[in-house]
């Protein structure tokens, strides 16, 4: 059985890195390879970088950045946005990714999945799965950066998407985003338990603990920006990641 993961995820916008709060107040927080570099020396399980600005301005993440991150990061990456092509897809794993993750690429085109999982593998896809409450306080699922909702339950989808071939899901939750509030373990463990396949937790880690709890809950991996970036109240950006003692507290490996 395959070790829980802790992954970073790292919001790209034009050549730097952001975050924000419910996908949106945007704050710069510093060079992508600084970030990398920092992270290579605390030995992360895996990157994540998604470019907020790419679907909206109908492109892909640069592939000069993509080519960059390769050449100095240690670990494995995913990147995501914009991606709604198997040519695309091509020119991002040659640029030396090792996944990409899609979100309004395959919802708007489920049969992408199949195209991608057939051609590079299963485990170089990851469906994002943006999703936040709507007015009847109901779980819905959205596309292009949180703006349009896609009919059919979390779940539903999750299985179709499974069904199509995707390797795992990353799943986003908007409102709690930024908050460092924890993350929705109830909807988290429904989705994980209506899939066979990896589900990644991500939106509303605050702290370790609430890593500990996505992963109890059933994550395969658990995901964070703010607690990656961020310290303090204040929210100064520092760069930090769990030693190995706490990674095998989180993990339940003592």
């Known amino acids: 059985m395959l070790l829980p993961r ?13 975050k924000g709060v419910q996908f949106k107040d945007h704050k710069y927080v510093g060079d992508p390879i600084n970030a990398v570099q920092i992270f290579n020396t605390k030995e992360v399980d895996e990157l994540i970088f998604l470019d907020i600005l790419a679907t909206k301005e109908k492109r892909i993440p640069s592939l000069e950045v993509i080519q960059t991150i390769a050449d100095q990061c240690l670990m494995p990456f995913g990147v995501g946005g914009g991606i709604t092509s198997l040519s695309e897809v091509r020119e991002i794993l040659k640029a030396g990714a090792e996944k990409v993750s899609i979100n309004t690429g395959v919802l708007e085109n489920f049969s992408l999945i199949r195209e991608v999982s ?15 409450k ?4 109901k779980y819905q699922v959205f596309t292009r950066c949180g703006s349009k909702a896609v009919s059919g339950s979390v779940t539903e989808i999750a299985k179709k998407a499974e069904e199509f071939g995707a390797g795992e899901i990353l799943l986003n939750n908007i409102d709690r985003d930024g908050m460092m509030e924890g993350y929705d373990l109830e909807l988290l463990s429904e989705v994980c338990k209506s899939v066979t396949i990896p589900v990644i937790a991500s939106g509303g ?30 929210r100064a950006v520092l760069i930090s990641y769990p030693d190995v003692d706490q990674k095998e507290t989180i993990t339940g490996q003592k």
């Open 134 to 137: 709507n007015w009847l306080g």
């Open 118 to 132: 057939e051609t590079f593998g299963s485990q170089s896809i990851v469906i994002s799965l943006d999703i936040k």
């Open 6 to 18: 802790i992954i970073p995820v790292l919001l790209l916008s034009g050549k730097g890195l952001v």
């Open 205 to 234: 880690a605050g702290s370790y603990e609430h890593l500990k709890d996505g992963i109890v809950s059933g994550a395969s991996a658990v995901a964070a920006g703010s607690l990656f970036v961020f310290h303090g109240r204040r």
